[in-house]
């Protein structure tokens, strides 16, 4: 994953319990473009990716998480000047650890996730609620160093193998 990799994740780990570093076993990340399709595109990684690590029955609830993330990212972070053609501003990771699996979208906002607005209708802050529902914990962190932005995060504890 490089040093922008651990550099960005950093607050991440920082926010979850503590977790042994020797005991991630493997993580996975994709770009995704500016574009609402990504979303789709993300659930399909998500998918391989779950099936990589022997992990299909959870496809359902994370996939369900990811999609929310990853929609709220395109919808809520991006700057409505963005150029949609320079490098995919939102990323995907996934890792896993023994008894825990992450995902984390990292997007250019600094503003953190708003549950819902009166303004805008049932749907506005619904993500949030899913993310809450479907997974153990979540949250979110402005990136460290060099990168602009945050990363929101969702933890799934998985069972004893």
């Known amino acids: 994953m490089g040093t922008n990799g651990s550099t960005m994740l950093e607050p991440l780990r920082q926010g979850l319990p503590p977790i042994d570093p020797a005991v991630v076993s493997s993580s996975a990340t994709c770009a995704l473009p500016a574009r609402y399709e990504a979303v789709r595109g993300a659930r399909k990684f998500t998918g391989r990716t ?27 972070a991006l700057p409505a000047d963005a150029p949609r053609d320079q490098e995919p501003p939102v990323r995907l990771h996934l890792m896993r650890w023994t008894s825990r699996l992450v995902c984390a979208v990292r997007d250019p906002s600094e503003d953190g996730p708003q549950a819902g607005e009166a303004e805008d209708s049932a749907e506005c802050g619904r993500g949030l609620f899913l993310v809450d529902s479907f997974s153990d914990s979540w949250g979110w962190h402005p990136l460290a160093g060099p990168l602009t932005g945050k990363v929101v995060w969702a933890l799934f504890r998985l069972p004893p193998a």
């Not at 779950?50 to 809520?76: C, I, M, P, Y």
């Open 50 to 76: 779950l099936a990589r690590w022997d992990l299909d029955e959870r496809f359902d609830d994370v996939a369900l998480v990811v999609s929310e993330l990853v929609t709220n990212a395109l919808r809520h």
